[in-house]
């Protein structure tokens, strides 16, 4: 895209409601705005990160198998009465009446609705396990919503939901689900450490936070080194292989983490000191497994292998998409900006033109632009250098390229990376190969 | 995907609940269940319609230079007060309050939202002409919601909002939206004749329908077949070429056609007899010009040429997306069910396994399928080939790739294209390449 034609509205005075600097470098960006209280909306280079983010989150949900659906936003009340869970629900659920005085909600989640989609179709043991996700926008009337997109009450989920025939089969999927979440979020450029969690609303016997660790997270972490430094990406686990799938669970269920809420000291001193780390985390994901508590509540029941009528045992998987983008630059920035990681980055790269106007310098722009317009941000902008420097590291592109009338004259640009700030003078073309290969 | 193991939940009667045609095979083919009146859940094979529908709506948009974001699905009451349509619009608009008592709408549309947006980042007319454009759920709380997704409440909609400095500006940009619209409809498999319209409570000057020809639509339709044979992909229109774009002009605004509402008999009758069209049609897409009504309502103006402040001139542009999907099947099947266009089928190809269990026949279906997993649903269920044969042609799937034990042994499939019923004896890999060239 050309920065002129664009829809990037960057400002250069951080904006006073903005508390965290993930807020703030989402709106001086141009990211998002606020509409309403607790309410966003994506603007184009928001929402290239909201799109790159859901994208891997649903190539990993498929690389274990997961079908995608999508279930609307809003709700029948009586659905979430046969569950028990309407009246329970406290004021975060955003009630509502229709023309008919017929009462809705907008989803907060969708246990129930799935539970129901389920029943109605699945008959018999044969067809399990099936996992069924589905990337949409849930509501929650904080009281008191902040912090940007990291707690805003419309927000962009994707949850995911198992259905097994046994309490094995459940457990081997939670696991799977755990494995894909390890691989989503380095896929994404961060860590998040996989903490034992309560399991709160949603009820149930085992469940996960993943945190990404950041210094303004909400809660406390502490976890042996061991469990964050692993690749999970460079050693692919079969999930369809028991063995390979214990070796896993002895990868991750065997190093000490917990949040401070499930802190454990006498445990916790059993760690080598050296691989003892604290600090903070930002919950990004969440997976309970909770057996039989919404298929029995709502009597949803298939055959089971004896002819016997049985209620599949359910897990649900969440993953905050547009708290992502948020946590995100919590644990990837400096003083100057975002520092994206490549894989979400809104552009692969700036252009750079130092002199806009002059011919050898936009004639040189154009042609570099014209290797990937959809994947470029051009600065065609007629500004002072510094400003164009200022707005890239504001908004965090991995790869910076540089053409200034010398270099133009020399088919040379100066690129720049970023995250390291190295800077290295290249052809042309050797530039191009480097950042349209990242 | 493998259909003994996808959660595409076929049923063999009609539905009792289902009117139209549309409605019934989407509830028979397992696409779509309903959770609420007039809401609905996409299952697997629905959403991939979804997204394929909307996937090319995208480029199409991106074509003309309209930049995407994402607003979100409830928008505040006192936004639509500044336009002086919170009281005037009727109980079609879910009114919802939240729990500060603080009034809410789930956005029926978004003239509102993007004005207002609009006019907090662009400041001067150097930075016109703007088109954004978004793709989200809004709702209309219907009295009588019906005919399934045709007339949901919860509904997928493509709505794009345009920004410039002057009448003929804006004039230009909405000649572009309406090729884009019909490059749109074309790519998507269908014939969508643009009619000029009322503007009714969007408001404006000037106003496009685009109609699906299908026989249960809701209006009348007079046409000039002219105006439907043309190819709007083959004659590629310089959108930046003012010559070119009058030619254009002239193909759409010249040819006679209007829905019954606005049929002028008189010049009707100048049409040649043997080129009269009469017929019915489904609203699929809708344009309007409306100029300065939003801008100078919510007294949102930049700088102009002059110094003086100015009114930006708006158009805004809609194509219903989950209705299309409804919409083309109600111009695209037969009695045995779908007949999905190539470009927006869930799956290229059905490959029907006549003998599951059959050790070549299960071999050869195997390496079919692993020639292209996400696009082939291979259906390998324990079923009769007639039950096979049946959910095929229900399903609607471009290509049926049939393996018997026969052919297997000689290395030979049939193929069958859903459209014509043409089958042909073929080699597998010409049949492959055959498939997956389309």
């Known amino acids: 895209m050309r920065l002129s034609r664009s829809f990037i509205p960057t400002l250069k005075e951080n904006p006073a409601e903005a508390q965290i600097?993930?807020?703030?470098?989402?709106?001086?960006?141009?990211?998002?705005?606020?509409?309403?209280?607790g309410i966003y909306a994506w603007l184009p280079a928001g929402l290239r990160v909201l799109r790159n983010i859901s994208q891997i989150?649903?190539?990993?949900?498929?690389?274990?198998?997961?079908?995608?659906?999508?279930?609307?936003?809003?709700?029948?009340?009586?659905?979430?009465?046969?569950?028990?869970?309407?009246?329970?629900?406290?004021?975060?659920?955003?009630?509502?009446?229709?023309?008919?005085?017929?009462?809705?909600?907008?989803?907060?989640?969708?246990?129930?609705?799935?539970?129901?989609?389920?029943?109605?179709?699945?008959?018999?043991y044969k067809e399990l396990p099936q996992v069924l996700y589905h990337i949409q926008w849930k509501f929650r009337d904080e009281v008191r919503p902040r912090f940007g997109v990291m707690r805003g009450r419309e927000f962009l989920m994707k949850d995911a939901y198992s259905f097994d025939v046994d309490f094995d089969g459940a457990l081997t999927t939670y696991y799977r689900m755990l494995l894909s979440y390890l691989r989503t979020f380095q896929r994404l450029g961060v860590r998040a450490v996989p903490?034992?969690?309560?399991?709160?609303?949603?009820?149930?016997?085992?469940?996960?936070?993943?945190?990404?660790?950041?210094?303004?997270?909400?809660?406390?972490?502490?976890?042996?080194?061991?469990?964050?430094?692993q690749d999970w990406l460079d050693k692919p686990v079969d999930v369809n292989d028991p063995k390979d799938m214990q070796l896993f669970f002895n990868r991750v269920m065997v190093p000490y983490a917990a949040t401070d809420e499930m802190h454990d000291v006498a445990a916790w001193e059993t760690v080598p000191v050296e691989r003892r780390r604290e600090g903070r985390g930002v919950e990004v994901g969440h997976i309970?497994?909770?057996?039989?508590?919404?298929?029995?509540?709502?009597?949803?029941?298939?055959?089971?292998?004896?002819g016997n009528k049985l209620y599949p045992e359910m897990g649900s998987y969440g993953i905050g998409v547009s708290r992502l983008a948020g946590a995100i630059i919590e644990a990837s920035h400096d003083e100057n900006g975002i520092i994206w990681p490549d894989s979400i980055a809104p552009f692969k790269a700036a252009i750079?033109?130092?002199?806009?106007?002059?011919?050898?310098?936009?004639?040189?722009?154009?042609?570099?632009?014209?290797?990937?317009?959809?994947?470029?941000?051009?600065?065609?902008?007629?500004?002072?250098?510094?400003?164009?420097?200022?707005?890239?590291?504001l908004m965090g592109h991995p790869w910076q390229i540089v053409i200034g009338p010398r270099g133009a004259k020399a088919g040379m640009v100066e690129l720049k990376r970023r995250a390291t700030g190295e800077r290295q003078e290249l052809a042309v073309d050797d530039a191009l190969a480097l950042v349209l290969a990242g």
Chains 1, 2 share one sequence.
């Open 352 to 393: 750079l033109n130092l002199k806009s106007g002059d011919e050898l310098c936009d004639a040189l722009c154009e042609r570099i632009y014209a290797a990937s317009p959809d994947t470029f941000l051009y600065d065609d902008r007629p500004e002072r250098a510094g400003v164009k420097f200022a707005d890239a590291d």
């Open 21 to 37: 600097v993930s807020h703030r470098l989402m709106l001086r960006a141009g990211l998002i705005r606020q509409t309403a209280s």
């Open 195 to 229: 903490m034992r969690a309560d399991t709160g609303p949603i009820g149930g016997k085992l469940s996960h936070e993943f945190l990404i660790l950041a210094s303004t997270g909400e809660s406390g972490v502490y976890y042996d080194a061991e469990l964050a430094d």
């Open 288 to 306: 309970f497994y909770f057996g039989t508590k919404y298929t029995e509540a709502m009597d949803i029941s298939i055959a089971g292998p004896d």
């Open 57 to 124: 989150v649903r190539e990993e949900q498929n690389r274990i198998d997961a079908q995608e659906v999508l279930m609307p936003t809003l709700q029948s009340a009586d659905l979430w009465r046969r569950s028990g869970r309407y009246d329970a629900y406290g004021p975060e659920m955003l009630r509502i009446q229709d023309r008919h005085k017929r009462e809705l909600l907008y989803g907060p989640t969708n246990e129930e609705m799935i539970t129901d989609l389920f029943g109605q179709s699945v008959k018999s």
